[in-house]
């Protein structure tokens, strides 16, 4: 069992940076490919970036440039930073851990981190 732990929403201006945190405890950290994913209200739940066990990264097209995802093993936690941040970036930030890829299945969900990207 994984247990994940989202941390650093909050309500900004559009431009601004924001991080957001997951700490994980349980099974072995290291192990996991971390992502995050967000859902903003009425769509649905949309891959964002993800790190792999040996610090591979991956990013959705509407992020890249502007994010930047990586994790500290010894931590036991997955950052992602959010610059250049735009209204449309508005959503419920969700941490995941897979044992293969996020993009394949999610082993395990985070509750959510809000983030509210005003004009």
């Known amino acids: 069992q994984v247990q994940l732990v989202e941390s650093g929403g909050g309500l900004v201006q559009a431009g601004d940076s924001l991080r957001l945190s997951c700490a994980a405890s349980g099974r072995t950290f290291s192990s996991f490919v971390m992502g995050w994913f967000r859902q903003a209200p009425g769509k649905e739940r949309e891959f964002v970036a993800e790190v792999n066990q040996i610090h591979g990264k991956r990013y959705a097209d509407s992020v890249k440039a502007r994010f930047i995802v990586w994790r500290d093993n010894v931590k036991n936690t997955v950052y992602l930073q959010m610059n250049s941040l735009k209204p449309e970036d508005t959503a419920m930030y969700f941490c995941?851990?897979?044992?293969?890829?996020?993009?394949?299945?999610?082993?395990?969900w985070g509750q959510g981190t809000q983030v509210v990207v005003s004009s």
């Open positions: 995941a851990a897979s044992v293969v890829s996020t993009a394949q299945t999610v082993d395990y």
